[in-house]
């Protein structure tokens, strides 16, 4: 018979054989392989939502760190703006003091220069008129003792002096 036309002996045993490994392969080996299906496509949902809130969760925390530096930046800016206020407030208040210290001591400078002045003038006058008085002296040939007269002319002369001083400057 051949191929195409078997024996129907060799075609029961055949159909046996075939029911034999269907039935094995039914009860054993596709629980098997769908147990193992579901076990992986758990897992992978598993992962996939674990990855979707971990994305989540980073997008909280990032929203979080957004908002943070937010504020620190703008509190540093604030405390920027603030500083730089106080300096200002401070080197006016520093500019304040030093031209006040500056015009006290002018102040000073120009009383103490008055009453150096003062005493140099009168040191000077009482020179001169030792002087004057000494050469007057030389000059007539004998020493003059009238002090007070002297005095009278020497303050006379200065007041004259003095005077066109005044008018030039």
Request: overall charge negative; charged content about 30%; proline content about 2%.
């Amino acid at each position: 018979m051949g191929p195409l036309k078997p024996h129907l002996s060799d075609l029961i045993v055949a159909a046996i054989c075939f029911a034999a490994v269907f039935a094995l392969i039914a009860k054993v080996l596709l629980p098997r392989i769908e147990r193992t299906l579901a076990e992986r496509e758990s897992a992978t949902e598993g992962t996939l939502e674990r990855a979707a809130e971990a994305e989540r969760e980073a997008q909280r925390i990032h929203a979080e760190y957004q908002a943070e530096l937010s504020a620190a930046r703008h509190e540093a800016a604030q405390i920027r703006q603030a500083a730089h206020e106080e300096g200002v407030v401070l080197l006016a208040d520093i500019r304040a003091e030093g031209h006040r210290v500056r015009e006290e001591l002018v102040a000073a400078a120009t009383v103490q220069l008055a009453a150096d002045r003062v005493v140099a003038e009168a040191e000077l006058r009482e020179d001169v008129l030792g002087l004057a008085t000494e050469l007057a002296g030389r000059i007539v040939g004998e020493p003059l003792t009238d002090v007070d007269r002297a005095r009278a002319i020497a303050d006379d002369f200065f007041a004259e002096v003095d005077a066109e001083t005044a008018t030039t400057a």
